[in-house]
């Protein structure tokens, strides 16, 4: 259980591919054997599916794995995942969504990717845009990401 702890905050589903590799199983049979499909094996460790308990159980039962480290390492990711929603933004209701017109504004990573955002804002922004940046970021922080020269071209989420 405490090798899996290492894990916390990542898909489940990554943790099991990772599994099924070192033992050299294929998710199609290992499906099989636990009497699941393999397209929802696959969705899993592809990490567009949750693990839900009953499911998490018959794995941990055929790989031998320690009951509930499944369950408990789906549950650290799903608190990642709600700690994620609650993180701080700049106030939306400034900035105009045309600026993202190439992105999800929702899915933006606002500290992961403050450079290219201020970037983006104080070369496209209006006043208020740039005013709203400078309270959200800091003064210090918009003027080191502005002086910056090894950003690279934005990257945000692409739209679903």
Known sequence: MKSLLKYKGIHPGIVLERE????????RPFALS??????????????????????????????????????ILQSYYDIKLEKDKMKETPKLSVLRRSLFWDTDIDRIDWNRQHKAVIKRVFERGNDDEKNETIRFYGKRKVESALKSTTTQPMKLHKKS
Do not use: D, F, M, W
């Open 20 to 27: 099924l590799e070192k033992r050299s199983l294929k998710k």
């Open 34 to 71: 636990i009497g699941e499909s393999a397209q929802a094996i696959n969705n899993i460790t592809n990490g567009k599916r949750k693990i839900p308990v009953a499911l998490a159980l018959k794995i941990e039962k055929e790989l031998q794995l320690e009951e509930g480290s499944i369950v």
